[in-house]
């Protein structure tokens, strides 16, 4: 765990997607949780040992798996946006035994074990473009901005200096396109860079700060400029996903690379869906 301010605490080395918490002085403000149970139960010890503030917000910045499954483990008062309610409540037997296979596919049988009883947790809350939480002599700005999902949003602490990105930011490793909008996701990383904050807690990878937006811009720009050229020079969309030169713009490990991979075609994918639509609507449109 990383204490990032007096008050404001991030954890890194969790598996699923980065989480921290706020101490408000009038109760605990969490982001994201633990997606493994294990890990969400000795996320909630930790946070005990630093504080006896009660938790009393949970926000999920999006409805992937790894940010919400540890939500049964850590409170009931979750908020997201209103699209992540909507997807997480269709989460049933089917996501539970899609999750267990995945484990024991990956020879981790303990884990898998652990889902046996999920119960997804859903947002008593939701918003749609920005909602405040004003508690103690924290300010905690919710603020929706897409991209990585329809339903991404951002938690900045601003007394802090803090921001939250959920998967809208990853440091050294791909971002996931293959549910989003890269149109979007260049608008949110714009935004950010807009705003006042010192630290960024990124959905994956390390603490960092606006400069790892500058990479993640660059990224994005080639593969829409890349799938653009492809699109226009007629290769179909499974041409393109093989054609797409970035694979190496990001180091991953050997044991990732096969899943990597797989994601890496899905975002190209996307993005291509992304360039069709342009030029059906519009075939004079060629300059985004």
Same mark, same amino acid.
């Given at each position: 765990m990383q204490q990032l301010t007096k008050d404001v605490y991030a954890e890194t080395d969790v598996r699923g997607a980065n989480v921290g918490f706020?101490?408000?002085?009038?109760?605990?403000?969490?982001?994201?949780? *633990? !997606?493994? *149970? @294990?890990?969400?139960?000795?996320?909630? =010890?930790?946070?005990?040992?630093?504080?006896?503030? =009660?938790?009393?917000?949970?926000? +999920?910045?999006d409805h992937h798996r790894g940010h919400v499954l540890g939500n049964q483990y850590l409170t009931t008062a979750v908020i997201a946006h209103e699209l992540a309610?909507? =997807? !997480?409540? @269709?989460?049933?037997?089917?996501?539970?035994?899609?999750?267990? +296979?995945? %484990?024991?596919?990956? +020879?981790? *049988? =303990?884990?898998?074990?652990?889902?046996? +009883?999920?119960?997804?947790?859903? *947002?008593?809350?939701?918003?749609?473009?920005? !909602?405040?939480?004003?508690?103690?002599?924290k300010t905690i700005r919710l603020i929706h901005v897409g991209g990585h999902t329809p339903a991404t949003s951002l938690v900045h602490v601003v007394e802090d200096s803090v921001l939250f990105t959920g998967d809208i930011v990853v440091k050294d490793r791909h971002p996931f396109i293959g549910h989003g909008n890269s149109k979007e996701?260049?608008?949110?990383?714009? %935004?950010?860079?807009?705003?006042?904050v010192r630290t960024i807690v990124p959905g994956h990878g390390e603490i960092c700060d606006k400069e790892t937006l500058q990479q993640l811009s660059e990224y994005i720009r080639q593969m829409r400029a890349q799938v653009r050229k492809l699109y226009r020079a007629g290769r179909t969309k499974t041409e393109t996903a093989s054609r797409v030169d970035l694979f190496d713009f990001f180091p991953v490990p050997d044991k990732d690379r096969q899943r990597t991979r797989k994601r890496f075609k899905a975002s190209v994918g996307r993005v291509y869906e992304e360039v069709r639509a342009g030029y059906e609507l519009s075939p004079?449109?060629?300059k985004k």
């Open positions: 706020v101490v408000t002085g009038e109760g605990v403000v969490l982001i994201d949780s *633990p !997606m493994v *149970p @294990s890990e969400a139960r000795r996320w909630r =010890e930790q946070i005990a040992e630093i504080t006896d503030q =009660e938790i009393i917000y949970l926000i +999920n910045t309610w909507k =997807e !997480m409540k @269709s989460y049933g037997d089917s996501f539970r035994q899609r999750l267990i +296979n995945r %484990f024991i596919k990956d +020879n981790k *049988p =303990e884990v898998a074990a652990e889902f046996e +009883n999920l119960k997804i947790i859903l *947002p008593r809350l939701t918003f749609t473009n920005r !909602m405040i939480l004003h508690k103690g002599n996701w260049l608008d949110a990383l714009t %935004f950010i860079r807009q705003l006042g004079k449109a060629k």
